[in-house]
């Protein structure tokens, strides 16, 4: 039996700097200004009335308000959309560094900027540039892991960015809060605080490495890559040289693999139906609603009867209880498998969304109401980050094959980035026009999410790419599950040989 390869600790510490600096940054921004957003208001407000010596109009500042909340979702989608390029242009770790230099531009223009020439058009370029970091650290940390742990470690490794994102989105409601830094004089200091973040990483850069599959695939140095995944294993040398010549023979066959076109996946059923499953759970995260909560809950937590300050403290316990229930989900997604999960936490999503509606509605019928809408929301909230936010990027990989892979998740993560910026461009106005009823519309879609994942998505659990692939097939061909076996097994070796190398 080969012995298996252990992860040192210095390829913990590159693991656990990368994931918590990034996810952290991603996360903070996402929820910092909801807290402070009536001092921001207030800022707009001010500033647009000492430029044109008149007062802003409600559908105006509504606009300006809503444009500084969603442009963090649109620059999130063209960062995803550039992601490609600039992992490719930069390199694993460049492109890292890449992202927090972008943030950091972002923070400045957002804070000193702003205030310093009065201008509430640097807050929503700010707002942008963060987003933009945003999508393309999404794509790049990932990466750096998964190319720098075991294969064997790997699901584990990445289950952490799950548990850090809900203690990011605490931190930011909690730091955003108006006795902290959400205050008038505090704000521009708060949108500067993810610079310690970047600060951090950039300061450890030093002593994280390219990957050792980069220096294969674009330094030709053999040397080199073998020294440093030494360095990154605490094996045996025979695992270790078995790794690296696994390593090797992966990257000198992908020199002949070509990459699925997006025309080749539409065409062609195998491929078509792997990349509707992957934008369709990967796109479960977003129709849930949960960039929504995550940008607006105070305001949330208002409609539901919620008042003052106290909607800021529902915001960060709801944040802190999310997280401790992440943790816990993501200890036990080998033993139930990621489309148990994925269903599960969008059927308790649904139900949560529909006993908010119902609790917000008869608010006034109880003094006690208010407190089950905060019970609900939170129960969603841990549905949401506890199910489709641990499934949707391990189902999503699991899905599809190296030569599809790329093709399917950027088309993916595009689609999920587009589909957040939306809604939480259109939260604000449905809201204001119904009410608490603008969340229906999330449960009717999660409603048809949780239909096609129980019909259409192949359980993953314990089964190797070739019957994955076969699952797959027979759905989109609709082929009889006891026929044409050797048939289909013939269709997906080309792919599946190539996944297994």
């Not at 560094?97 to 804070?111: D, K, W, Y």
Request: glycine share 6%.
């Amino acid at each position: 039996m080969a012995a298996k390869t252990v992860c040192s600790n210095y390829c913990l510490f590159i693991v656990y700097i990368t994931q918590i600096c990034t996810f952290l940054l991603l996360s903070f921004t996402m929820t910092s200004l909801n807290p402070a957003a009536p001092v921001v208001q207030a800022f707009i407000n001010q500033t647009f009335e000492d430029r044109y010596q008149t007062r802003i109009g409600d559908t105006t500042l509504m606009v300006l308000i809503t444009s500084v909340q969603s442009m963090l979702l649109v620059g999130s989608l063209i960062g995803a959309l550039s992601a490609q390029f600039v992992v490719s242009y930069f390199s694993r770790r460049g492109s890292l560094i890449f992202t927090h230099v972008i943030s950091i531009l972002s923070c400045i223009l957002m804070g000193p900027v702003a205030v310093y020439f009065k201008t509430y058009e640097s807050i929503i370029v700010g707002r942008f540039l963060c987003g933009f970091a945003r999508g393309v650290g999404f794509t790049a940390a990932p990466l750096l892991i998964s190319e720098t742990t075991t294969h064997r470690t790997l699901g584990q490794h990445l289950s952490l960015s799950g548990i850090v994102v809900p203690l990011g989105y605490a931190l930011g409601n909690g730091v955003g809060h108006p006795s902290v830094l959400g205050s008038e004089t505090g704000w521009p200091y708060l949108v500067c605080v993810p610079i310690l973040f970047s600060l951090v990483y950039l300061a450890s850069v030093f002593w994280i490495p390219q990957t050792p599959g980069w220096l294969l695939k674009h330094k030709t140095s053999e040397e080199e890559a073998l020294k440093l995944l030494k360095r990154l294993r605490k094996s045996d040398p025979n695992a270790i040289a078995s790794e690296f010549n696994a390593l090797y023979k992966e990257i000198e066959m992908d020199q002949n693999i070509r990459e699925a076109t997006i025309w080749e996946m539409l065409k062609t059923p195998k491929y078509r139906q792997q990349l509707i499953c992957t934008i369709l759970v990967m796109g479960s995260m977003q129709t849930t609603g949960i960039s929504a909560v995550a940008l607006y809950s105070n305001h949330i937590f208002h409609t539901a009867g919620v008042k003052g300050e106290n909607a800021t403290y529902a915001s960060i316990g709801m944040h802190l209880i999310t997280f401790v229930v992440t943790f816990f989900f993501s200890q036990t997604i080998r033993k139930i498998g990621t489309k148990m999960l994925l269903v599960t936490g969008l059927g308790i999503c649904a139900c949560s969304l529909v006993c908010l509606v119902i609790f917000a509605a008869l608010q006034d019928l109880s003094d006690l109401l208010p407190y089950f809408s905060i019970a609900t929301l939170i129960i969603y909230t841990t549905s949401v980050m506890g199910g489709p936010g641990i499934a949707f990027v391990a189902l999503s990989s699991q899905l599809t094959t190296q030569t599809t892979r790329p093709t399917a998740l950027y088309l993916s993560a595009a689609t999920y980035w587009m589909t957040g910026a939306i809604v939480s461009f259109v939260f604000p106005f449905s809201s204001a026009a119904i009410g608490e009823y603008a969340f229906l519309p999330f449960v009717a879609v999660t409603v048809l999410q949780i239909i096609f994942a129980s019909r259409k998505v192949p359980s993953t659990r314990r089964k190797s790419i070739v019957e994955i692939q076969e699952k797959l097939h027979r759905k989109s061909s609709k082929l009889p599950s006891n026929g044409s076996s050797g048939a289909i097994r013939s269709l997906m070796l080309d792919d599946s040989s190539r996944e297994d190398a």
